[in-house]
């Protein structure tokens, strides 16, 4: 079989077969790029749905499974159109960014660990103060469809850098927004999240954690908070919340979340912290950045108390 398709493809012309070369490659192409559009998002899942179902109805038609193709074959052209309803907010971003150039070139480095460093060292530290912070980490999918009224930074990440963005002053307006690490720097400060939708949180939640929860639903990313009311960090990823962590705590839960176990488990052993098996290193840990040992000046009086 594989001799007659070579004698096939060997009979047609270079210009037909380089025809036949370049259509294959648009069209895969097209079809790669929308799968990283989507990726780590909630269009994902729903992708999945649809895979699933388009599976059942194949294999209904080819086993004739009367009823199920029947049933599946009547509700498909409904199902795509609540499909396409519910989800036109996404397909209309989706359709803005095809033209748009990072679209076509876009390419994301990995989270770095030191990034992950200085954001524990800024929550523990603002903690402690009982200062509010949100630290969101973009990952596979973009934050920036979902972001509005941020200020644009791209600077070095710092321990001392985040703490004075979130230091609260009236003469401060980035300090009740969300700073953006991107590419292991500090994208933007100041950023709007959405608010998640789940009405049966925990009223003690307040603006900060729900926003936390929100971005965490529709994208990716993985967000640390800090409560200025309980002095407390917590995690948000995939639409769940782990309150009531400490500096280890958070560093453990954010390297899982953020690597494979594999890696986040080598990462804290050569951090000199226990994975989550209890083994650790006994190399001590590497010294601190200038950023970490920087003095860091007392928290002004708080501007506002909506967050907790």
């Known amino acids: 079989m594989h001799a007659e398709w070579l004698r096939v493809i060997l009979r047609r012309a270079p210009l037909e077969l380089l025809r036949d070369v370049v259509d294959i490659t648009v069209v895969a192409y097209a079809i790669y790029r929308i799968l990283l559009l989507v990726r780590g998002t909630r269009a994902a899942q729903v992708g999945q749905g649809l895979l699933l179902i388009a599976v059942v109805y194949a294999i209904s038609q080819r086993l004739e499974l009367i009823t199920t193709y029947t049933l599946l074959d009547r509700s498909l052209t409904s199902f795509l159109v609540f499909v396409v309803v519910i989800f036109q907010a996404d397909i209309r971003r ?25 954001v524990i060292a800024a929550a523990e530290g603002l903690a402690k103060r009982r200062i ?36 609260p002053s009236q003469d401060n307006p980035l300090h009740d927004g969300a700073v953006i690490i991107r590419n292991g720097r500090v994208a933007a400060a100041g950023a709007v999240l959405p608010l998640t939708s789940n009405g049966g949180l925990d009223r003690q939640l307040g603006t900060r954690h729900r926003a936390a929860l929100g ?33 280890q705590t958070a560093r453990q839960a954010l390297y899982g979340v953020l ?7 080598a990462l804290l052993r050569e951090a000199g912290q226990p994975s989550r098996d209890g083994r650790k290193s006994l190399r001590p840990p590497p010294p601190p950045s200038r950023s970490a040992v920087r003095p860091v000046p007392e928290a002004a009086p708080r501007a506002s108390g909506d967050d907790r």
């Open 215 to 247: 971005i965490s639903e529709e994208t990716d990313a993985a967000v640390v908070v800090v409560s200025e009311e309980r002095g407390e960090i917590s995690l948000c990823f995939n639409g769940n919340i782990v309150r009531g962590l400490d500096a």
């Open 94 to 118: 989706a359709l803005m960014r095809v033209g748009d150039r990072p679209f076509f070139l876009r390419w994301r480095k990995p989270v770095d660990a030191p990034a992950v460093e200085e």
């Open 132 to 167: 509010g912070a949100l630290f969101v980490f973009e990952r596979d999918a973009s934050v920036d469809d979902f972001v509005s009224q941020c200020t644009i930074i791209d600077a070095e990440l710092s321990t001392a850098l985040l703490f004075t963005v979130f230091l």
């Open 259 to 265: 690597y494979s176990k594999r890696q986040a488990a």
